[in-house]
């Protein structure tokens, strides 16, 4: 996986680098930013999405399966976890998301419950409900202003 790099200027607004590809993340006004992208969260959602999306039409192709098409509708929020009644943790908070999938295609009833079960097999997901560990580094000084 290559590296991602993202750069702001004194604000919510943020300039991704990810590989060739650009795009801007921001916050929504109402939260202070300028809303000229998506959220931190919305990009999360995104791959958790996308992620369930390439995993189901991969297996699907291999195993000759008549998906002709996949929709995600990923929702996030967070709550306290002293107010979780089946979470583990009891400080800080839970972070849930909701999947709803839908599947296209002349599909039995046994290939949709397949379909189910693979969708929980995507990277993204698997990388979601593990143990994570963020490595943190501060670099020496940089000049006063970043690049453009």
């Keep these: 996986m290559g590296t991602v790099i993202v750069r702001s200027a004194a604000s919510f607004r943020c300039q991704v680098e990810a590989g060739r590809h650009q795009f801007i993340v921001d916050e929504p006004a109402s939260a202070g930013g300028s809303d000229e992208g998506p959220t931190p969260y919305d990009l999360l959602s995104a791959a958790l999405g996308s992620c369930t999306s390439m995993t ?23 709550s306290y976890a002293k107010d979780c009644v089946d979470c583990e943790s009891s400080s800080g908070y839970i972070h849930r998301f909701s999947v709803r999938l839908r599947l296209y295609g002349n599909l039995t009833v046994e290939e949709r419950t397949k379909l189910m079960d693979v969708a929980r097999r995507c990277p993204v997901y698997k990388t979601l409900t593990s143990e994570i560990r963020i490595d943190e580094v501060l670099e020496d000084e940089a000049p006063e202003a970043p690049p453009p």
Excluded: M, P, Q, W
């Design 56 to 78: 189901l039409n991969f297996y699907a192709k291999r195993e000759g399966i008549a998906l002709t098409g996949v929709e995600v509708s990923v929702t996030n929020d967070r």
